[in-house]
């Protein structure tokens, strides 16, 4: 039987897949830190290792020492320095806040992504697509409504992450049209590399706990620093992917799907239970991304103007 799903819609389901994977790193990285008390910088570290690592590995097995080349050298290693500071930041955030609550304040990304879009890539965003994305984000809002009284500076953190990650997907977009998923994603985890190790070197030379070298005490431990490269890097290479499936603007919503994912973790791991307020929130969350869904599926079956 003919496939007669679009690029777009095949990209929509890759991101939605992404953001259930991708919450699990976020809840192993808040464990490490609190349970195990391993600096952010350390768990960083073993995310983007790990990620070289296993992505050389399975290009090596696929085809061979010539596809390690990257089209765009500097360009990947850019990807690789923006999340390797993002992650930095996020994983610093978890370790003092709940998991949905950093999740919440990360979640003005899609706002940041569909106006990069239009801007940088020319992409058309529609009034409907954009009234869309801004209830789904009030559906964060309405989660947990982050504070500077609450949280302080560390309130930040996840906002840098969130601006870090909008032009991480942008630079998908460009360079994926060159590049595969698999060597993007190589070069992205070396650049991440270099990144926190050069952040440990100044956390080790400005006393900054959170940004120092930690040896992991148990098995698990080890087991769990490889787990956190490992989702890593099967989540980005959907991320990767979608974003060569789809335009950025038409993804954006689908980040939503990730808060869903951070309230439920935390609720069984971290005995973080939702209050009503939450629930009315990941509705609305999960309406807005349903919404665009549909109205993408409507455009396919009959095309309208671009202004729509």
Known sequence: MENTTSPQMRGVGTMAGAMFILPMMDAIAKWLSTVDSL???TVTLSRFV?????????I????????LKPHNLWGNLLRGFLMGIGS??????????PLADAMAVFFVEPLMLTLLSAVVLKETVGWRRRIAVAIGFIGTLIVIQPSWEL???ISLLPLGTAALFAVYLILNRRLGVHDTPLVMQLYAGIGGTVTV???LFLGAAFGVSDMTLGTPATGMSWFLL???GAIATGGHLLVVQASRLAPASLLAPFQYLEIVMAVIIGLFVFR???TASKWVGIAIIIASGAYIVWREGKKQKSPEPAFN
């Open 50 to 58: 790990v990620q070289t690592v296993l992505t050389m590995l399975i």
């Open 60 to 67: 090596m097995a696929l085809t061979g020492m010539r596809s």
């Open 197 to 199: 190790v050069v952040a």
């Open 88 to 97: 930095l930041c996020f994983f610093a955030a978890v370790k003092y806040m």
């Open 226 to 228: 490889f787990a956190i």
């Open 39 to 41: 600096p952010p910088a």
């Open 151 to 153: 949280f302080g500076w």
């Open 272 to 274: 973080e239970f939702p």
